[in-house]
């Protein structure tokens, strides 16, 4: 597996083009999210800003197989501006050290199974591991997202430490949480060192 970080403009237009195909068809079609900034087989929205960071995995082909967005949370970001009441009253962080993980999924579309998110798959629990380090590259000690409760089977198994900031809840048909996790300073095991997106490139080709 092969992980290219970087912002939209990192990224480059081809490979921002695939990711967001990649995640209407794992979030709208596969997911059923009721996402209202989708649209013709295309997943963006207001967080997805010149600053946002993405962390794609990429298989055989270069063909896009999970992805994730890193937010500061100094800014727009998903908990605060849309699932505050997660946070069960109380203040939603705002710091240069907190960094919020969103849109994250690790599914081969052409392998998967039908239906599910996988999130408890190694492949999940790598591309989390990658996602932190990178998070920790730009300058975050801790994450917090919002997320299926699922995402606690990946969280247990890689033994990372974390809590829950309030009740689940039930939205949209989806039984959400928020969540954060503090970023050691060790480098996750098997996680290649960050790779940027000019040479993701050269790997696709």
């Not at 237009?13 to 209202?36: C, I, S």
């Not at 050691?184 to 993701?200: L, T």
Request: proline letters at 6%; hydrophobic letters at 40%; glycine letters at 10%.
């Amino acid at each position: 597996m092969v992980y290219v970080t970087g912002t939209a403009l990192e990224l480059g237009t081809a490979l921002l083009r695939d990711l967001g195909h990649y995640r209407y068809r794992v979030f709208v079609e596969r997911l059923g999210w009721k996402l209202p900034d989708a649209r013709d087989g295309t997943e963006w929205d207001r967080f997805d800003t010149p600053q946002t960071v993405h962390v794609v995995a990429l298989g055989a082909q270069g063909r896009i197989q999970g992805c994730a967005r890193l937010l500061p949370t100094t800014g727009p970001y998903l908990l605060a501006d849309v699932f505050p009441v997660l946070m069960g009253g109380q203040p939603c962080p705002r710091a240069n050290h907190v960094w919020e993980l969103s849109r994250f999924a690790a599914l081969d579309l052409a392998s998967a199974p039908a239906s599910g998110h996988t999130l408890g798959s190694p492949a999940a629990l790598a591309l989390l591991r990658r996602a932190t380090q990178d998070a920790r590259q730009h300058g975050a000690r801790e994450l917090v997202s919002v997320s299926p409760v699922a995402i606690e089977r990946i969280l247990r198994r890689g033994g990372i430490p974390y809590a829950r900031l309030g009740a689940p809840m039930d939205i949209d048909g989806q039984h959400l949480f928020a969540c954060s996790f503090a970023l050691n300073a060790r480098r996750s095991e098997g996680v290649p060192v960050r790779e940027d997106a000019a040479a993701g490139a050269q790997a696709r080709s």
